[in-house]
């Protein structure tokens, strides 16, 4: 079975703070992605990285960067957090191409206060 | 730009019965279907994937047919059970977005034991 895997389902973190979020597939997949899901507003693409060193921004990169050094590997970086980025982060991955299906991770919650 | 509506929003059924969710689709020029499965607090379950090419795809309950001339899919599940009780997600991977899902808002499902 395909895994991926967040580091974290529970953070809490400081307005300010600088917050890695991590995901680790064990699937070879080329294509990975970062969402946040937030009530009403549904999924929403903050980036996508279809090889190493690679990335995309998706709607809502503000805020946000990436960074994806090793194929298996995806991390979101919060540079400064806010309280408006309290959210459901999901990690996506995918192989190559577009026809291929997707699996997600558990999920983090993120509350920053 | 696309945009996936899922209807409806929330639905609630005696166990035993069976039922159909629909997903709606503005722009025809897809790649594949995509249905997922989320508990609450948790991440997405992949269900079913069809293929732009196919009509539908089938897993033990649950069946998901596509009409892409119409932008209109149905998940359907069958003898339902309270264990299927969850969010229902569709997404789409369209020819302009490239490899990246669009979602719809869900619907919600409670199945009464």
């Known amino acids: 079975d395909v895994k991926v895997t967040q580091s974290s389902r529970y953070l809490v973190k400081r307005t300010g703070e600088k917050v890695f979020l991590e995901c680790v597939q064990d699937?070879?997949?080329?294509?990975m992605f970062w969402y946040r899901q937030d009530p009403g507003l549904g999924l929403r693409l903050i980036y996508f990285?279809?090889?190493?060193?690679?990335?995309e921004k998706g709607d809502i990169p503000e805020g946000y960067s990436v960074s994806r050094e090793k194929k298996e590997r995806f991390s979101l970086i919060l540079e400064s957090a806010s309280t408006n980025q309290t959210s459901m982060y999901l990690c996506?991955?995918?192989?190559?191409?577009?026809?291929?299906?997707?699996?997600f991770g558990q999920g983090t919650r993120l509350t920053v206060v | 730009k696309q945009e996936v509506t899922q209807i409806p929003a929330a639905l609630s059924v005696p166990e035993g019965e069976n039922l159909v969710l629909n997903c709606s689709f503005t722009?025809?020029?897809?790649?594949?279907l995509q249905w997922f499965r989320q508990d609450p607090g948790k991440g997405l379950t992949s269900l079913l994937l069809?293929?732009?090419?196919?009509r539908e795809q089938t897993s033990g309950r649950l069946n998901a047919s596509l009409d892409k001339s119409s932008g209109r899919s149905t998940l359907y599940i069958a003898a339902s059970q309270p264990g299927d009780s969850a969010t229902y997600l569709c997404?789409?991977?369209?020819?302009?977005?490239?490899?990246?899902?669009?979602f719809g808002a869900g619907t919600i499902l409670r199945v009464k034991s």
């Open positions: 996506a991955s995918s192989f190559g191409g577009v026809d291929t299906e997707a699996f």
């Open positions: 699937m070879d997949h080329e294509n």
């Open positions: 990285s279809y090889d190493v060193k690679m990335k």
């Open positions: 722009d025809s020029a897809i790649y594949n």
């Open positions: 069809i293929q732009s090419s196919q």
């Open positions: 997404a789409v991977v369209d020819m302009e977005y490239g490899n990246k899902l669009v």
